[in-house]
């Protein structure tokens, strides 16, 4: 019987919810690929309650007890002496949310002598060292297009959040101000930019998709180009390079993976690339950017407005630089976790694990990494190498 560590968010600070805002989630029939939702044989949880938090334990505790198999839940993730650096010897899988990520570094790899699979409850398997687990044989998968449509609207929300200046707007009412100047003085329309996509997979093209109708021009850069279809649909104009993207970019959105190509992509080099007063919003991952660059150029004005959900480490120190830096719309990483995505990702994991335990295949869109090699969507998605490096010291600080 396996071991199960599962590595989840703490639940809110006034307790785990008793009631919800809404009644339930609207039904899907398939994502806009036309790939199936998650086919578990059944779930154990309400579609709609918090499934992401240490309490939710993503609904699998009755489904895996009753096979025999042991779980462990717990936020306690970072800091050699954490719950999960002690429970990790004879743990057969862990299962971690990119929000809240176990960071399985090499050094926490090589502990793990039972470990057979790593599984990301969500999109974005780059806290677990690709490397390691090609090395050690251990399987890496994630639930593909789980969340990609809540984060396109979350990039289409932070866009016009920044153009348009909310947050700041917002604060002026509760303070008890009527500053309509002060609001005013940094606000735009977008109608007539021109907005750019850092991938068009398929966070990126939802993003285009969302934003068509808001008469932008749109454009993108990514490995492999869309259909000559798509792109006259969307009116897009494709670069080869980010850099000429950026070069003409009122507002740019980086919607691709973290890996070693993509890592500190936006750097002191790129920024100054991009248009003066230009918005970047970055729901991707926190280390595509230069941390320092990106206080600079909003300090400088070079960037008009920074936003997104994404850090590194996560949780960010409370000193992080993001967190004062000027004009910036930053949450902590939320996008992909609404109750809507969690109902999806928590049936994902499911699928995953009774695959797993009935020796079945786990769909190809769902491998990141397997029998030693990058396969399904990190065949496609991810290069070679390892870019969780500096997840050492991220997993040795705890908060
Ligand atoms: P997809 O795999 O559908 O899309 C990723 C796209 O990135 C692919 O089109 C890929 O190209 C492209 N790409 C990879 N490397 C580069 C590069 N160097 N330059 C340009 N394009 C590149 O994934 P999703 O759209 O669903 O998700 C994208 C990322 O968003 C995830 O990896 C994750 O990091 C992040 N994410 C964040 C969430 C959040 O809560 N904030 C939640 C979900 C995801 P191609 O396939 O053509 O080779």
Redesign the pocket.
């Known amino acids: 019987m396996a071991k199960i560590v599962c590595v989840l968010y703490d639940d809110p600070v006034t307790g785990y919810p008793k009631s919800y805002p809404r009644g339930g989630l609207p039904l899907l029939q398939k994502y806009p690929d036309g790939q199936s939702l998650p086919t578990p044989e059944r779930v154990d949880f309400e579609p709609g309650t918090l499934l992401g938090s240490v309490s939710g334990e993503l609904g699998l505790r009755k489904f895996l007890e009753s096979q025999g198999h042991k779980l462990v839940v717990t936020s306690d993730k970072d800091g050699s002496n954490s719950v999960l650096d002690r429970e990790l010897s004879d743990a057969e899988i862990v299962i971690s949310q ?2 809240w990520p176990a960071y399985m570094t090499k050094e926490r790899i090589a502990k793990a002598s039972n470990l057979k699979l790593i599984v990301t409850a ?3 398997s ?1 806290h677990t060292d690709l490397k390691a687990a090609m090395e050690k044989n251990i399987t890496v998968a994630e639930v ?2 789980c ?2 449509i ?2 396109a609207e ?1 990039v289409v929300m932070m866009i016009l959040g920044l153009v348009r200046n909310y947050i700041p707007s917002y604060q002026w009412v509760v303070k008890g101000g009527w500053n309509i100047a002060d609001c005013a003085a940094r606000s735009y329309d977008i109608e007539g930019m021109t907005v750019g996509t ?7 093209l939802a993003v285009l998709r969302r934003l068509k109708p808001f008469d932008v021009k749109l454009h993108y ?4 180009r869309l259909s000559a279809e798509v792109e006259k649909e969307l009116g897009l104009t494709y670069h080869p390079s ?1 850099e000429s993207l950026v070069a003409c970019c009122d507002v740019v959105t980086i ?5 070693p ?2 890592e500190h ?1 936006f750097n002191e080099t790129l920024i100054n690339k991009m248009k003066y007063g230009a918005y970047l919003v970055n ?3 926190g280390k595509i950017c230069d941390r320092d660059a990106i206080a600079k150029a909003l300090e400088s004005g070079k960037l008009a407005g920074y936003a997104g ?2 850090w590194f480490p996560q949780p960010a120190p409370k000193d992080h630089p993001w967190r004062t830096m000027p004009h910036h719309g930053m949450t902590p ?5 609404t109750l809507s995505a969690q109902a999806r990702y928590a049936a994902g994991v499911r699928e995953i694990l009774e695959c797993w335990f009935a020796k079945k295949p786990i769909r190809n869109e769902y491998l990141i990494v397997d029998k030693g090699k990058l396969a399904g ?1 990190g065949k ?2 991810y290069t070679e190498g390892n870019a969780t490096k500096g997840s050492e010291e991220a997993a040795k600080f705890s908060t």
């Open positions: 990119p929000f969500g999109i974005g780059d593909t297009y969340n990609s809540s984060v979350h850092v991938a068009a997979g398929r966070i990126g850069t990514d490995k492999h980010v919607n691709c993976p973290l890996h190509e993509t992509l729901t991707a991952r959900d994404v990483h939320i996008s992909g976790t969507t496609h998605s």
